[in-house]
């Protein structure tokens, strides 16, 4: 089964920073990758999908790139709402496997 | 609207199965799938296995085969997670989310978990 890598696994930035995510697939994936941002407490929410599109109601500050194994979640402008934890998945095939998780919080 | 809503919190023995329902409305239920993914306390997600509806076809994670059931009553659009021989690894979260997979030309699709249930919180305790 393909696995999937996050880092860092924890961040702390200030509000208006530019944060970066990055996750790999142990092998290629193509395009077929979510990123799903769960805040405390809450249930996960989807994000992204087709690793850059966002999905509908998403701010613009967030965006995705990569392809293949290697890619990445941007926050262009960290917001106070934005602290929670971000997993990509992977869905070009059955195990639909996560990543371990990245936690972002506010400095 | 979608909504997917689960059954109460679960404590369960050792050694005992659950059985974890996800009741589906605001869409038709036979039309998309049915993951479950779990998530013990302070830990990630864990994509635990998937379900059409239409078919009753499963696809289950390799750690979980064996222990578990995907079954749903469409008559009632519902779905169900049993897990069996329980043990204390397995106290968790447990949700249910609908797989939404869209095909955009000849090979590519998306498979996206589109919408959550509110989670059920599964306890195994002695």
């Known amino acids: 089964d393909i696995q999937m890598t996050q880092s860092p696994s924890s961040l702390s930035a200030s509000v208006g920073d530019r944060v970066t995510i990055t996750c790999r697939a142990s092998q290629g994936i193509s395009n077929y990758l979510a990123w799903y941002q769960q805040k405390p407490g809450k249930v996960p929410k989807l994000l992204i999908y087709?690793?850059?599109t966002l999905q509908s109601g998403v701010p613009s500050r967030f965006s995705g790139s990569g392809s293949g194994t290697d890619f990445t979640l941007t926050i262009s402008s960290l917001q106070p709402e934005d602290v929670a934890t971000y997993y990509c998945?992977?869905?070009?095939?059955?195990?639909?496997?996560f990543g371990p998780g990245t936690k972002v919080d506010i400095k | 609207q979608v909504q997917l809503v689960q059954s109460g919190a679960e404590v369960k023995k050792p050694g005992a199965s659950v059985k974890v329902s996800c009741k589906a409305s605001g869409y038709t239920f036979t039309s998309y799938d049915i993951n479950w993914v779990r998530q013990a306390t302070g830990q990630g997600l864990e994509w635990m296995g998937w379900?059409?509806?239409?078919?009753?076809?499963?696809g289950y994670a390799q750690k979980f085969q064996g222990r578990v059931t995907m079954t749903r009553n469409t008559s009632i659009s519902t779905a169900y997670m049993e897990l069996s021989s329980l043990r204390s690894e397995d106290t968790a979260v447990y949700y249910c989310?609908?797989?939404?997979?869209?095909?955009?030309?000849?090979?590519?699709?998306?498979?996206?978990?589109?919408?959550w249930g509110q989670g059920t919180l599964v306890t195994v305790s002695s």
């Open positions: 989310a609908r797989g939404y997979r869209y095909y955009y030309d000849s090979s590519g699709y998306y498979y996206l978990f589109d919408y």
């Open positions: 998945q992977k869905y070009n095939s059955a195990p639909f496997t």
């Open positions: 087709a690793a850059s």
């Open positions: 379900m059409n509806p239409n078919s009753g076809n499963t």
